[in-house]
């Protein structure tokens, strides 16, 4: 199954379905790859029947899709996967209270994504090249800056074009290219948390 990028949700019961915190770790595991609700109910450590649940009100509102039936052992295994690998609320949403709930909990979860990538990733990807940051072949940076709207904006859109010209560069050979995780949070705050000289 072919993924779409993006979905829209056009409906409140579409949103208020992802909203649910056990929904949105379900989904975030589908929007990967499919799993069964065994594999499901195993790494988030819920029962089969609750998963089993979330599926079917995942699936009722379009938002997962069985992919893939396997008989093993005298059982169907069923496998899902979502139909996109982002969701985005439709303009007659964005002001719900779900909708900030919903995308919260989305961010929480890449966040803890990040965390179980880090973890399960090969103790070379932590090796330092040198002492100087600039020669490693990792990166963990977190800043506050300050920026209008409009910056703000204008940032976030040449960071996702730089991805994507980077990864289409066509200056290198695929056999000389290796596999980077790289994610990435930013929002308003209300407060700083780092201080600078200027501030103590």
């Known amino acids: 199954m072919k993924q779409q990028p993006i979905l ?6 579409q949103l208020k379905v992802i909203s649910d915190p056990m929904r949105t770790k379900m989904l975030m595991h589908l929007i990967e790859q499919p799993h069964t609700g065994q594999q499901l109910a195993q790494k988030l450590d819920v029962s089969r029947a609750k998963i089993l649940y979330h599926l079917r009100e995942l699936e009722k509102y379009q938002l997962i899709r069985l992919v893939e039936e396997e008989i093993r052992g005298g059982n169907v295994l069923k496998y899902y996967q979502a139909v996109a690998r982002g969701f985005i609320p439709a303009d007659h949403l964005l002001n ?11 961010y929480i979860e890449v966040l803890d994504r990040a965390k179980t990538r ?19 072949e990792s990166l963990s940076l977190q800043q506050e800056i300050q920026l209008s709207p409009e910056q703000f904006l204008t940032f976030t859109k040449r960071y996702r074009e730089l991805l994507q010209d980077i990864e289409q560069d066509p200056s290198t050979a695929v056999a000389d290219k290796k596999l980077y995780y790289v994610m990435a949070t930013a929002f308003e705050i209300d407060a700083p948390l780092f201080q600078g000289d200027e501030e103590r």
Do not use: M
């Open 118 to 136: 880090v973890l399960t990733a090969p103790d070379r990807s932590f090796a330092p090249r040198s002492s100087d940051v600039e020669d490693w």
């Open 96 to 106: 719900l209270v779900e909708t900030k709930q919903a995308t919260r909990q989305s």
């Open 8 to 13: 829209i949700l056009e409906q409140y019961e």
